[in-house]
T-cell receptor, first 110, second 114 residues
Framework: KAGVTQTPRYLIKTRGQQVTLSCSPISGHRSVSWYQQTPGQGLQFLFEYFSETQRNKGNFPGRFSGRQFSNSRSEMNVSTLELGDSALYLC?????????FGPGTRLTVL | DQQVKQNSPSLSVQEGRISILNCDYTNSMFDYFLWYKKYPAEGPTFLISISSIKDKNEDGRFTVFLNKSAKHLSLHIVPSQPGDSAVYFCAASDGGTSYGKLTFGQGTILTVHP
């Protein structure tokens, strides 16, 4: 089976802009979770989607949002970008418990 | 409030010896624990997991031990190999519909010297 894919791999944006990241899960996996990794805060949970519904949510502001499509692909959107949003954004898919991660999207906000 | 802690930022081990990575947690609702390995600029790779109903799980060179009363888990790698050099994260989940949410420790950098 193909692994989790994320596009784009690298992104540079300026403050105030918005960005959309995409994640394609492993075939057959219905759960997609998103995480933010920064040097200071480590890996932090953003949200999880299961069967097109947000099932869990982390402690991030409303500027961070996501959605999941009927084919389980997921997108996350960050509006009004801030410098502190620069991070590696990871998505993970699972069918039971263990989560399998994609390579991540490196977002740089200038 | 850091619910999952890896108190050793780094660990250095000789090739062929045992590597022991430790993790402590504070949330007694956690009932499933996982270890991941991560190289720079890549996503974490799942290594091994353990349910709270067990105290040990083995997979090849990797063994995870869980001590629920101490809220402590450890990952043993035997024998250690240079290719094991990476950042290791422990993660925990509190079950049910929350399995989609993992809480991670800060990571331990493992260096295995030839």
């Amino acid at each position: 089976k193909a692994g989790v894919t994320q596009t784009p791999r690298y992104l540079i944006k300026t403050r105030g802009q918005q960005v959309t990241l995409s994640c394609s899960p492993i075939s057959g996996h219905r759960s997609v979770s998103w995480y933010q990794q920064t040097p200071g805060q480590g890996l932090q949970f953003l949200f999880e989607y299961f069967s097109e519904t947000q099932r869990n949510k982390g402690n991030f502001p409303g500027r961070f949002s996501g959605r999941q499509f009927s084919n389980s692909r997921s997108e996350m959107n960050v509006s009004t970008l801030e410098l502190g949003d620069s991070a590696l954004y990871l998505c993970a898919s699972s069918d039971v418990i263990e989560q399998f991660f994609g390579p991540g999207t490196r977002l740089t906000v200038l | 409030d850091q619910q999952v802690k890896q108190n050793s930022p780094s660990l250095s081990v000789q090739e062929g010896r045992i590597s022991i990575l430790n993790c402590d947690y504070t949330n007694s609702m956690f009932d499933y624990f996982l270890w991941y390995k991560k190289y720079p600029a890549e996503g974490p790779t799942f290594l091994i997991s353990i349910s709270s109903i067990k105290d040990k799980n083995e997979d090849g060179r990797f063994t995870v031990f869980l001590n629920k009363s101490a809220k402590h888990l450890s990952l043993h790698i035997v024998p250690s190999q240079p290719g094991d050099s990476a950042v290791y994260f422990c993660a925990a989940s509190d079950g049910g519909t929350s399995y989609g949410k993992l809480t991670f420790g800060q990571g331990t950098i493992l260096t295995v010297h030839p």
